[in-house]
């Protein structure tokens, strides 16, 4: 029996994946929320490598075939990255240290995305990439796990694997956190089919649709271990660039706020590690529902591999 601590996207993609190679697994729950609830969702690595390292673009790609074989509701509609005029070097800048993109006009722009036609007169278009809904997703995947027998919150027993994000710098010390804060807002008077991502200095953001004219604005990446509810600095920066996107959103219901701690090691690469008799899936940063497929199936394959025979001389 297998033992996965942790319910968000890195444990329910570790149960799925060691499932799915026929191993016997149950869940785990600890205390605490996960960052996965609060997750943009973006299933982006060309985008990603304008900060990222080449790694994450390498295992991200398959991300949205993974999902979207498991899941409903993979948008496979690509992302929009714009700037305004006055942030022209932040487009170019996102350009070269990026792949997978098409240059666009603003008749392009507004050929994608009608709502912004005028506002922009550049912009970067990432054809394939996607998006999902986390809470969605996580949700069809327990489901599915359900469904297969699998059982959940139980007590832990067997071999451990631990996926329980920043809650394990307990076992793992080199983990840092790195506070991520949300709005959940509904515009009905503004239509978006996929991400947008606000090029800015100061507070770049991502604007991502979730249906029914609700949109997740996202992220901040501050350096700290406070969990507590999102600042007013962080609402007023990420409104003030939702409203560069277009000012209708000055209009918008804000449903929800969010604040969390993502898991990061020093160089921001996620691991699938054994330490201490147990196995660790951590480290994921901003990139969880990008990466933690890939390395749910490292686990996986380390977990099934049959010793070679011992032969006597």
């Given at each position: 029996m297998?033992?996965?601590?942790?319910?968000?996207?890195?444990?329910?993609?570790?149960?799925?994946?060691?499932?799915?190679?026929?191993?016997?697994?149950?869940?785990?729950?600890?205390?605490?929320?996960?960052?996965s609830h609060l997750a943009g969702g973006?299933?982006?690595?060309?985008?990603?490598?304008?900060?990222?390292?080449?790694?994450?673009?390498?295992?991200?790609?398959?991300?949205?075939?993974?999902?979207?074989?498991?899941?409903?509701?993979?948008?496979?509609?690509?992302t929009l990255v714009i700037a305004p005029p006055r942030d022209g070097t932040e487009l170019r800048r996102f350009a070269s240290r990026s792949t997978g993109h098409q240059a666009l006009d603003g008749t392009g722009?507004?050929?994608?995305?009608?709502?912004?036609?005028g506002r922009f007169s550049r912009?970067?278009?990432?054809?394939?990439?996607?998006?999902?809904?986390?809470?969605?997703?996580?949700?069809?995947?327990a489901a599915t796990?359900?469904?297969?027998?699998?059982?959940?919150?139980?007590?832990?027993?067997?071999?451990?694997?631990?996926?329980?994000?920043?809650?394990a710098r307990d076992r793992l010390p080199a983990l840092r956190a790195v506070r991520g804060e949300m709005l959940l807002l509904r515009c009905p008077d503004l239509t978006l089919s996929r991400p947008i991502r606000l090029l800015h200095p100061r507070f770049p953001c991502y604007l991502v649709p979730r249906g029914?004219?609700?949109?997740?604005?996202?992220?901040?990446?501050?350096?700290?271990?406070?969990?507590?509810?999102?600042?007013?600095?962080?609402?007023?920066?990420?409104?003030?660039?939702?409203?560069?996107?277009?000012?209708?959103?000055?209009?918008?219901?804000?449903?929800?706020?969010?604040?969390?701690?993502?898991p990061a090691y020093a160089d921001n690469i996620p691991t699938v590690q054994h330490d201490a008799g147990r196995w660790h899936l951590n480290g994921l940063y901003r990139h969880g529902f990008l990466l933690a497929p890939a390395l749910a199936q490292q686990l996986a394959a380390r977990l099934t591999i049959i010793p070679e025979p011992i032969h006597a001389d």
């Open positions: 297998i033992t996965v601590l942790g319910m968000g996207g890195a444990g329910l993609c570790a149960a799925t994946a060691l499932t799915e190679a026929g191993l016997a697994v149950q869940l785990a729950a600890p205390q605490g929320p996960s960052a973006m299933l982006a690595p060309f985008c990603e490598a304008e900060a990222a390292p080449a790694l994450v673009t390498t295992l991200g790609r398959g991300a949205a075939g993974w999902w979207e074989a498991r899941v409903p509701g993979v948008h496979r509609c690509g722009i507004t050929a994608l995305e009608p709502a912004l036609a912009g970067l278009f990432f054809a394939d990439e996607a998006h999902l809904d986390p809470r969605a997703a996580l949700a069809a995947l796990l359900r469904a297969k027998g699998v059982a959940f919150d139980r007590t832990a027993q067997g071999q451990i694997v631990d996926c329980r994000g920043i809650a029914k004219n609700t949109f997740m604005l996202g992220a901040t990446m501050v350096e700290s271990d406070h969990a507590g509810p999102i600042t007013a600095r962080s609402t007023m920066e990420l409104l003030s660039a939702a409203f560069a996107i277009h000012p209708t959103l000055a209009e918008a219901e804000i449903i929800e706020t969010g604040a969390g701690l993502r």
